[in-house]
């Protein structure tokens, strides 16, 4: 009796194995973004509009994407690197081309953006900008007025000065660990161009940062969002989005901590976080659309809306909450705009100069 | 493998028991051909696979290194493949000290981890022995419940104990203790604390077999032979335990050399630890060959010593007999 059941079970999972397959031939797409990256109502409104169904999956870092697109197969039909990955990745013959012609919303998009998101990807033939902020402070207004006595930073200076920075060791200070992010900015405030791969150049932004090395607590990615947050450190070298998440979380928690976040007057750089299509994708048509809903103005203004970042999409600033659109930090005025630099990707060989200095600045050896 | 077989065909034969005496021969080697199976295809298979990767050269591609082997080109394709493979990345690794720093800085974490795991497990696994058989259960069950969470959780918990403002500090500077916040988080020390935290149980479940299994009679007759506690513990007790160190030792350091979590989230940035500088590589600088190169090197560092060490115990017993 009890094998007999076992069978009929067994069959039934078989069968059910074979109705879900039927139903795969229902329109899917596989969205792989960052996390915390989307307003859900926004996948849920597209399914209800298009009928496609949106397997959504995220990641949190640009290697950890880079890795699956190069070992092949990933299975994603849209996924969102930034542009300087994205560009070494087009060279690797990750991407296909869009088809333009399925993606009537790009006469959307603000020319202030492509231009120079066309500098990673000529002619924006692969990809549209999702989203894209700066790199640049994101400090506790409180705790810097207590060390410094101001509460407005706005400047490098805060940083690569090592009196200054020396002052906000206690309270604890810390950086991307993210060497293309930050020895951009060492060259910047140094006066050299941020593009430099001159060994001489990376050398002088070596030392640039080794004297301020002492005063900082730790190199990390991500661990400065909850520490900036919780009011554990004072001053963090990070991505503009990052810090708006770490002001939301505070005002939450109540706690009475307030961050601030300033995009320095030297300049800072750009990042674009990119939608793209892989070579190997199954729904190349469900991708389309998805990448099209998206370019909406209604839609992606509700999606930065949400995230708190800026989007590349000039028709949707109307409908971008009033404060946001404001908030300088989030859009820059234009004087600030035309300070913003993008860096290209390294070649192989000055990745490895990069990825060596960036070893020695931050372990020492 | 000769003997197990041997045991598997019966001595006396007969024409009836012929059929049985050949599906026993078959099901005795089964039995030794599976675990060898499984090495080769979840063992040797993938690493010659890496070993293949790290003779590669790095490319912009995908996959991004070159040559990639395969037939497609025909069998002269595939062998022209092979001829392009060489050494250089492991000549590349002796050039720059970051590596071998970062190797013996890893082992002597593992090493120093490994010892301290060892000295908190003994008493506990110890106590646990000796515990009445009624309580085992329960006592065996605590130490698997941590496994219960997520290791990522229970790693990222002692961040909010061991930092600045965190509960460890409260509890000290309310005692008055201290007058001072200890700094823990992001030193060597916090990365101890982690790895033993994280590893003890594998410690002290081999070391609790071991001990479960001894004859406390032994004791009982060396005490009445005047031998006191602590030398009856290492004359006896500790010698007999020994299976179990070893074992326990090597499930903590061999992990531990490699281990990436634990020195990320609570070590500072100034620990150069291998499974970084692996992660560094393979990421940041996307040089797949090279970082396989260091995987290989570790393989080696790790397995070559453990191979030597459990001939030399072989040889030891053999004597002893």
């Known amino acids: ?365 | 493998m000769t003997n197990i077989a041997a045991a598997a065909s019966p001595s006396a034969e007969t024409a009836a028991a012929l059929p049985t005496r050949l599906a026993k021969g078959f099901v005795g080697r089964l039995v030794i051909i599976i675990p060898y199976l499984w090495l080769l295809f979840f063992f040797l298979v993938p690493f010659i696979i890496v070993f293949k990767i790290s003779l590669s050269q790095t490319a912009i591609s995908m996959p991004p290194y070159t040559p990639v082997l395969d037939f497609s080109e025909g069998v002269s394709g595939f062998f022209a493949g092979f001829s392009a493979l060489n050494f250089d990345n492991y000549t590349w690794l002796t050039q720059d000290a970051l590596y071998f720093n970062a190797y013996v800085t890893s082992l002597i974490i593992a090493a120093i981890s490994t010892l301290l795991t060892l000295i908190v497990g003994y008493p506990i696994a110890y106590g646990m022995a000796r515990a009445p058989a009624t309580v085992r259960p329960t006592l065996l069950m605590l130490v698997i419940l941590p496994f219960w969470t997520s290791f990522l959780i229970r790693v990222y918990a002692w961040i909010g104990i061991l930092k600045p403002e965190g509960l460890l500090n409260q509890v000290l500077l309310s005692l008055h203790l201290i007058s001072q916040p200890l700094v823990i988080l992001n030193t060597y020390t916090a990365i101890f604390i982690g790895i033993v935290y994280s590893y003890l149980p594998f410690m002290v479940l081999p070391l609790y077999s071991s001990l479960e299994k001894m004859d406390y009679s032994l004791i009982e007759a060396a005490q009445d032979l005047g031998c006191p506690p602590i030398g009856a513990f290492w004359k006896i007790t500790f010698p007999l335990s020994l299976p179990g160190v070893i074992a326990g030792c090597l499930l903590v350091f061999i992990p531990a050399v490699g281990e990436f979590v634990i020195p990320d989230l609570l070590g500072g940035s100034q620990t150069l630890m291998i499974g970084k500088t692996l992660w560094n590589e393979f990421f940041a600088n996307r040089d797949w060959p090279v970082s396989s190169a260091v995987a290989v090197i570790l393989l080696l560092v790790l397995t070559v010593p453990i191979m030597f060490f459990q001939q030399a115990q072989a040889r030891a017993q053999e004597q002893g007999k």
């Not at chain 1, 399914?47 to 070992?71: M, P, R």
């Not at chain 1, 998101?117 to 207590?146: F, H, I, R």
């Not at chain 1, 309270?171 to 060492?186: F, H």
Request: aromatic share 10%.
């Open chain 1, 1 to 365: 009796m009890i094998r007999k059941a076992l069978w009929l079970s067994a069959t039934s999972a078989f069968l059910t194995l074979f109705t879900i397959g039927g139903h795969a031939e229902d329109r899917v797409v596989n969205v792989y973004n960052w996390s915390d990256y989307i307003d859900s109502s926004i996948i849920e409104d597209f399914t209800k509009k298009t009928g496609i169904k949106v397997v959504y999956d995220t990641f949190d870092s640009n290697e950890i994407l880079e890795t699956k697109l190069l070992a092949g197969g990933s299975g994603y039909d849209v996924v969102v690197p930034s542009a300087n990955f994205l560009a070494r990745q087009i060279q690797a013959g990750v991407f296909q081309k869009l088809d333009k012609s399925k993606l009537p919303n790009i006469s959307n998009m603000w020319d202030v953006i492509s231009d120079r998101t066309a500098k990673y990807d000529p002619g924006n033939e692969y990809s549209v900008n999702y989203m894209w902020g700066t790199v640049g402070l994101g400090y506790n207004v409180k705790k810097v007025q207590a060390a410094l006595g101001t509460d407005k930073i706005d400047s490098w200076d805060v940083f690569f000065n090592p009196a200054t920075l020396a002052k906000l060791k206690d309270c604890g200070v810390y950086v991307l660990d993210s060497p293309a992010d930050i020895i951009p900015a060492a060259l910047k405030y140094l006066g050299l161009d941020p593009n430099s791969t001159s060994p001489d150049d990376i050398a002088k932004a070596e030392e640039a940062l080794l004297k301020v090395r002492p005063y900082v607590r730790k190199f990390h990615s991500s661990e400065y969002i909850n520490a900036l947050a919780n009011g554990d450190i004072c001053l963090a070298v990070g991505w503009s989005g990052d810090v708006f998440q770490a002001r939301n979380r505070a005002q939450e928690a109540k706690q009475g901590v307030e961050i601030g976040y300033s995009v320095p007057k030297e300049g800072a750089q750009m990042w674009f976080d990119q939608m793209a299509i892989p070579a190997d994708a199954q729904h190349v048509a469900e991708a389309h659309e998805f990448i099209n809903y998206l370019m909406t103005p209604e839609v992606i203004a509700k999606s930065s809306n949400y995230v708190l970042y800026a989007n590349g999409n000039k028709a949707s600033q109307q409908f971008v909450d009033k404060a946001l659109l404001e908030d300088t930090s989030v859009y820059p005025d234009e004087e600030t705009t035309k300070k913003l630099y993008t860096v290209q990707p390294y070649d192989p060989k000055t990745q490895r100069v990069i990825t060596r200095t960036w070893t020695k600045i931050v372990t020492g050896q």
